[in-house]
């Protein structure tokens, strides 16, 4: 019990891990613990528009661990891909710190699913990814582009890098954002 | 697709929503939707020493639906009896409004997991309770007692609160803090 009082505790400081994305209505950042629960409302709610069904439970699962590795590295922009190799051996030395905190199976449970996301290759992967990478989209449409503005990004970089997952992993998805990333380019909500 | 994204949008106002605990090592205070995140993964460690067995999966759900009601209502103590028959009638408002946005099947399925944790009946939902008692507990004991001490909040109203869902639904999980509540006494972490 020890083991998983201690892990419980060591992930409070994902809480204190802050995204580039406030909340609508807030003047904070974000953090990747509220992130991290509200993808999962959104791939439940989003399951019967994945690319190929998915267990959306391992879905579940995945979106709550894929962030944990941040707890050493901090959130990075996905626009960022300077430093992308040294930042992924951080999130693997945390997480493999962390979930060994746990008694087995669970650790290797946890690892395995954080892998999974990693490695993008099932379905439930790449539905995952989709609803990660959507999910700062929906909030700046609705946010007048706060984090493209504060950061420098430009339409065609979220396009880049936005377009490739989603369609992937729900298509539907890409359909709906596509012409609101057009109309929000005319409305002046990107940088640079 | 426009209601999935109008119902994960409204879902926002739950990052607003704050608690009476403080995040270890950080000023602010707990928000409820970083708070259902570590209730799921605390669920899903604990779950080989559940009282009975549970659909783990059904619990982790239930827990992310479980304090969506609270964007109404905002979060009151579980130690506030004064006010409840009002407060639930505010959540049931809210979440019959707000699951009531997403396409079914989906918005009844939220709306039968989030009736199923009130009802705590199930053996997912009495481990949920447990579960959700139980992480402020942790947090406290951690913390200084920090909410107690701040609230006014005696260690006999702690376990009174406490001990009754957690023994029901992780029996494990109260043989780990009993002995810890009464330390915690000795040490000044309660109130008045």
Redesign the interface.
């Known amino acids: 019990?020890?083991q998983?009082?201690d892990?419980?505790?060591e992930?409070?400081?994902?809480?204190?891990v802050t995204r580039k994305v406030r909340?609508?209505?807030?003047d904070?950042y974000?953090?990747s613990?509220?992130h991290?629960?509200?993808l999962?409302?959104?791939a439940?709610?989003?399951?019967?528009?994945a690319g190929s069904p998915v267990d959306i439970?391992r879905v579940?699962?995945m979106l709550?661990?894929h962030d944990i590795g941040e707890i050493d590295t901090g959130d990075t922009m996905v626009f960022v891909e300077e430093g992308l190799k040294e930042r992924k051996a951080g999130e693997l030395g945390a997480v493999t710190r962390i979930f060994g905190r746990?008694p087995e199976p669970?650790g290797e449970e946890?690892m395995s699913l954080w892998r999974e996301f990693e490695e993008a290759q099932t379905p439930e992967a790449r539905f995952a990814h989709a609803v990660d990478r959507a999910?700062p989209v929906?909030?700046n449409l609705?946010n007048q582009g706060q984090s493209w503005r504060e950061n420098g990004i430009s339409y065609e970089r979220v396009v880049a890098r936005v377009r490739p997952p989603v369609q992937a992993g729900c298509p539907?998805?890409w359909?709906?954002l596509a012409p609101r990333l057009e109309e929000a380019r005319g409305k002046g909500f990107f940088g640079a």
């Open positions: 019990m020890q998983i009082v892990f419980i505790l992930l409070e400081k994902l809480k204190a909340p609508l209505g807030l904070r974000e953090n613990a509220e991290s629960w509200q999962a409302m959104l439940f709610s989003l399951a019967p528009q439970d579940i699962r709550l661990v746990l669970r946890l999910m929906l909030l609705a539907a998805l359909d709906y």
